[in-house]
DNA sequence: ATGAAAGCGCTAACAC
DNA sequence: GTGTTAGCGCTTTCAT
């Protein structure tokens, strides 16, 4: 093998590919010119048993949400895990874990055949996989419902601050009567961009009376708008908790004949297609969905090296001005 | 271990989680039992290690591709590899395979690190993949182009059928100027829908001299439409290879306020949320999108069994009549 | 049908 | 700094 192309032991060898200190640069010289020169590649199983380190992360995605597989946040997040860990050592296993059986999961996960593992979960009562969090590292996407305990390890974006910042867009509009359709209930992100809508009213003494509720998708974003405008009050601003809803609602608002921004103001989040080819195009927060995933990887392999990283990484947003408000 | 738990030697234990025919029900039971009792898991990384099998696969998506996560039909297509994945032991490993050292991600399929491999490209020069197809057992996702030979294993939908399946609808209308707006011409899906679009007309005796290329995203249908207007022929039916591009022509035509299917008929490829919230929704192609990664999963683990499967499998595809001919 | 023994290819003490 | 010696936890001949 490699050891007696370069004319020293095995150990040698395997100290080089692991990088140990120890070894001098000749060694190391002659041992990655024989390596070259073989094509030699390392056999993964045959170092993770020895060395019981797995040099795989899992990306677990519960199967209720794979269903919003559609949805490019999740995509963009997927992504920008894969290509984080595509620069380093690390090799990504993606799980779609059935609720029917998320015992046989959390098995695999606690079986060693992982070094650490990233959560991106949509519902509540998908955290099942809280319980893991004590065995293994384990780094969720989007803030974690209660149920994970204060140690949970996340990253997200500051959800309350980005709705409210985009609120306040149309409060500055000098719109009074501001309806927001939220996203669902039990979810951070739906809960959040709530609570920021809510305060940015407060703050500019008004009601916030106007609440529908919706799921994320396009349709639910058009029934809500309804109901809405079903309700008979005259609405003069609205922010739409996500972009996929809003293309919905404005497609509702376009049927009835009301214009925006002349009838109402309308902002969203989500800087994404839909945002920017809405016509108008939208008012919208920016936020950098790539970013969460290589972020999520980037605390994770911290993690499992033994670094010592807060629970919580928030990333930054940009608030995008097209004059919808 | 299990084996003393349940009376029995190790060997046994492996023919038992191995499900070898040879060995007694009695003894089935009684490691099984052993098994559950225990919460055993075994520890993948020796089982590869001794038997030689990694029951892992990997999805490779080259970098280029990797641009286009956002189409829903790529996150589709993962989708369902993954679902049909999880329902059995292997495991799926995603690879974003930097373009810049393709090799690192051949030495990585090639080491023996996977037991097959699932290509998802997009451009015609991804394909630099080929190569592994001798050594492991590879399926690629859409036909792929000249250089695979033809050995290539692939699954796809007939593009050419769909494309001319729903060209016939705009004739059927009595549309006589048809315009097509394609698809990449480096792509196989691209050159596929635009041939069948030819042989439509071909066969109406139309011509079919009306074509401007796209990329498949929103903006670039937006910009081919602009072109095929301002080339002042008076058009009365477009073929749109996505419906994605669809929906970008469509808002040039609302800006000219050209009717569809009043001014002109117009039809697509994808049955995906842009085909089904245009105004008005489209009469296009329904193709079974996580179908392709199902098939794909089941053709590779096929493969890796030693099974002799076709070349190629080609999926059904489904018109959608809504009236936008 | 089952057990015993010999590795799979590597890393990790431990000496030198 | 480098080589030697044991395993890591399984599967797999080969006997029995």
Redesign the interface.
């Known amino acids: 093998m490699v050891a007696a192309e370069a004319g020293v032991s095995r150990s040698t060898v395997s100290r080089v590919i692991n990088e140990s200190p120890k070894v001098t640069p000749e060694a190391v010289a002659a041992v990655s010119a024989a390596i070259e020169r073989l094509?030699y590649?390392?056999?993964?199983?045959?170092r993770?048993?020895a060395s019981r380190r797995?040099l795989?992360v899992a990306?677990v995605?519960p199967e209720n949400t794979?269903r919003f597989?559609?949805d490019?946040y999740?995509?963009?997040v997927?992504?920008g895990v894969?290509?984080y860990?595509?620069g380093t050592e690390y090799?990504?296993?993606?799980?779609?874990?059935?609720e029917s059986d998320a015992v046989k999961t959390r098995?695999?996960l606690?079986?060693?055949?992982v070094d650490g593992a990233l959560i991106l979960s949509h519902h509540k009562d998908d955290h099942s996989y809280s319980a893991v969090t004590g065995e293994l590292p384990v780094v969720f996407g989007g803030r974690p419902m209660s149920a994970e305990g204060p140690g949970a390890h996340y990253v997200d974006v500051d959800n309350v601050a980005a709705a409210r910042a985009v609120t306040d867009r149309l409060v500055a509009s000098g719109r009074r009567r501001i309806a927001t359709i939220a996203g669902p209930q039990d979810m951070a992100a739906g809960l959040d961009r709530l609570e920021g809508w809510r305060l940015s009213l407060a703050a500019a003494g008004i009601a916030d009376d106007l609440v529908e509720i919706g799921d994320f998708s396009?349709a639910s974003g058009a029934a809500a708008m309804r109901r809405l405008l079903e309700a008979g009050e005259r609405i003069d601003g609205l922010f739409v908790a996500s972009a996929q809803m809003a293309?919905?609602a404005l497609?509702v608002l376009h049927e009835r004949g009301l214009a925006v921004p002349g009838d109402l103001g309308l902002v969203t989040i989500d800087d994404?297609?839909f945002a920017q080819?809405a016509?108008p195009p939208l008012t919208t927060i920016d936020q950098p969905t790539t970013g969460v995933g290589e972020r999520m990887a980037e605390v994770l392999l911290d993690l499992i090296a033994g670094g010592d990283v807060p629970a919580s990484t928030i990333l930054p947003t940009r608030l995008v001005d097209r004059g919808s408000a």
Chains 1, 2 share one sequence.
């Not at 090799?91 to 059935?98: D, E, F, K, V």
């Open positions: 094509g590649v390392p056999n993964r199983a045959a993770t048993l797995t795989t990306l995605i794979a597989f559609a490019p999740f995509a963009a997927i992504q894969a290509m860990l595509s090799t990504l296993t993606l799980l779609i874990a059935a098995r695999y606690r079986a060693g055949n396009p293309s919905g497609d994404d297609y080819s016509r």
